[in-house]
């Protein structure tokens, strides 16, 4: 069983700056390959990014791509989601995820354990 926290979230102005941070508890992280996902009200959950077990590969959607930037510290059992340029569409309530796996994955189902999430709120 993997439980996952994260933090970071808050109240930001367009144009700023956040670090997400889900920190892992139970296992180490560095057997599971992690995703960061966000929903806003009245939507649907969506993808933001993915990181392998090792951190090699990750992929990131386009809408944040170029803006967002995944990574992850399995010293520290600790991803992060650095988030730069915000924008008031990023407004949303971001999880972090743990699939078990050597990729990295896109899909919401293919991950086997979900933090409570982080409200972020980008004023314009």
């Known amino acids: 069983q993997v439980q996952l926290v994260e933090s970071g979230g808050g109240l930001v102005q367009a144009g700023g700056s956040l670090r997400l941070s889900c920190a892992a508890s139970?296992?180490?992280?560095?057997?599971?390959?992690m995703g960061w996902f966000r929903q806003a009200p009245g939507k649907e959950r969506e993808f933001v990014a993915a990181?392998?077990?090792?951190?090699?590969?990750?992929y990131h959607a386009e809408y944040v791509k170029g803006r967002f930037t995944i990574s992850r510290d399995n010293a520290k059992n600790t991803v992060y989601l650095q988030m730069n340029s915000l924008k008031p569409e990023d407004t949303a309530v971001y999880y972090c995820?743990?699939?078990?796996?050597?990729?990295?994955?896109?899909?919401?189902?293919?991950?086997?354990?979900w933090g409570q999430g982080t409200q972020v709120t980008v004023s314009s």
């Open positions: 139970g296992r180490t992280l560095s057997r599971y390959a």
């Open positions: 995820a743990a699939a078990e796996g050597s990729g990295y994955y896109t899909e919401g189902g293919e991950y086997d354990y």
């Open positions: 990181i392998s077990w090792s951190g090699a590969s990750t």
